[in-house]
């Protein structure tokens, strides 16, 4: 069993900053690229940003020079440092994990459970 474990979450005002964690723990062989999506109400899911194993950020052009995505490997935690927060990135943060349960397996998707965001306006 895999868990992804989401913490951070909450309310702040807009302009101000938060910082997300994600833990990942169970039966983890290796973790390929861990990231961060988000869901508002009535919305679809979408990329917020990721990073892979060996380091290399990626994310999405809304956020890109205000969001932060790291990583601690010896941990299997990702963190997303978000700074400048608007209140239309108010929304439900999942963590995402792509990672193999042995050396065997192939590498699939796990998802946390979400953490709330509230950036009221």
């Known amino acids: 069993q895999v868990q992804l474990v989401e913490s951070g979450g909450g309310l702040v005002q807009a302009g101000g900053s938060l910082r997300l964690s994600c833990a990942a723990s169970?039966?983890?062989?290796?973790?390929?690229?861990m990231g961060w999506y988000r869901q508002a109400p009535g919305k679809q899911r979408e990329f917020v940003a990721r990073?892979?194993?060996?380091?290399?950020?990626y994310s999405a052009d809304s956020v890109k020079v205000r969001f932060t995505i790291s990583r601690d490997n010896a941990k299997n935690k990702v963190y997303l440092q978000m700074d400048s927060l608007k209140p239309e990135e108010q929304a439900d943060y999942y963590c995402?994990?792509?990672?193999?349960?042995?050396?065997?397996?192939?590498?699939?998707?796990?998802w946390g459970q979400g953490t709330q965001v509230t950036v009221p306006s």
């Open positions: 169970g039966s983890i062989f290796s973790i390929n690229g």
């Open positions: 990073i892979t194993s060996d380091g290399i950020p």
């Open positions: 995402h994990g792509y990672l193999m349960t042995s050396r065997w397996s192939r590498a699939i998707d796990y």
